[in-house]
């Protein structure tokens, strides 16, 4: 049964840094491209960033460009989202997702067929 976990969530002052998780079980990791999406309360879905099956395509979205940067390791099955230089807009309900893809990677949620429940991310003084 394909399972996606994340951790790595809090309460951070701006300028801060916190790195989220996403612990994957359940499939071939290294085929599929993971995305990481995020919620703020009120507003639609938005995507962060993405990172190929292979690790070698990765997107990030112009609002976290230079800021974010997105990871994974095959052995752990695990993706990583190093956010630094956090901003209060940056908050929000993180999720990370899967989809089949070992050579691209795409910042469309409608590509994403597998979804974790998410972790809260609060960017406030």
């Known amino acids: 049964q394909l399972q996606l976990v994340e951790s790595g969530g809090g309460l951070v002052q701006p300028g801060g840094s916190l790195r989220l998780s996403c612990a994957a079980s359940?499939?071939?990791?290294?085929?599929?491209?993971m995305g990481w999406f995020r919620q703020a309360p009120g507003k639609e879905r938005e995507a962060v960033s993405c990172i190929s099956g292979s690790g070698a395509s990765r997107n990030y979205s112009n609002s976290v460009k230079g800021r974010f940067t997105i990871s994974r390791d095959t052995a752990k099955k695990a993706v990583y989202l190093q956010m630094n230089s956090l901003k209060p807009e940056d908050t929000g309900v993180y999720y990370c997702a899967a989809r089949w893809g070992p050579w691209s990677a795409s910042l469309d949620d409608r590509e994403y067929t597998y979804w974790g429940q998410g972790t809260q991310v609060t960017v406030s003084s």
């Open positions: 359940g499939f071939t990791f290294e085929s599929f491209a």
